[in-house]
């Protein structure tokens, strides 16, 4: 596994893996109608100009992309996602390490879901505040969570 940065040619494939992982991962702590409403009606323009904007670093995997993150110069991480089929392969932890060095901040944010509020916790992240956030009208379940620079476990 190796990390290199974000290209716009990796957009499409950066949203099929997100739907895709999300279909599959997050099925298990979202109902069918939440995660259609979490994947649906995504902007592959506003995607790419989004990854552009941040510092964002694909997962590289005998060729294929295996995961990607981005995170923006106030260290919210926006999205973190690793294909179903490398999950637990240590694609996450690579990718937010490297997110984190990436930008000079005092303290990292994240909105996570609930499956990937246990990594982020692992993460040395800890809730601030469990959130009902709303996609296409239906609500979602997240953790606004947040870690110092010092407090990695």
Not at 125 to 139: A, D, F, L
Request: glycine share 6%; hydrophobic share 35%; charged share 20%.
């Amino acid at each position: 596994m190796f990390l290199r940065k974000y290209t716009p040619t990796d957009c499409p494939h950066l949203l099929a893996l997100f739907q895709q992982t999300v279909h599959a991962i997050n099925a298990r702590d979202y109902s069918p109608e939440q995660l259609a409403a979490w994947t649906s009606g995504q902007d592959l323009a506003r995607w790419n100009q989004s990854l552009l904007a941040h510092e964002s670093f694909v997962a590289m995997v005998n060729g294929s992309i295996a995961g990607f993150g981005d995170m923006d110069q106030s260290g919210y991480l926006d999205r973190l996602y690793v294909h179903k089929d490398h999950q637990g392969q240590g694609i996450g932890t690579a990718l937010c390490q490297a997110l984190e060095e990436s930008v000079s901040v005092c303290k990292y944010t994240v909105h996570a879901s609930i499956t990937a509020k246990p990594f982020f916790e692992q993460q040395g992240y800890t809730v601030v505040e469990k959130q009902q956030v709303m996609r296409n009208g239906v609500p979602l379940t997240n953790y606004r969570m947040e870690r110092h620079p010092d407090s990695r476990t």
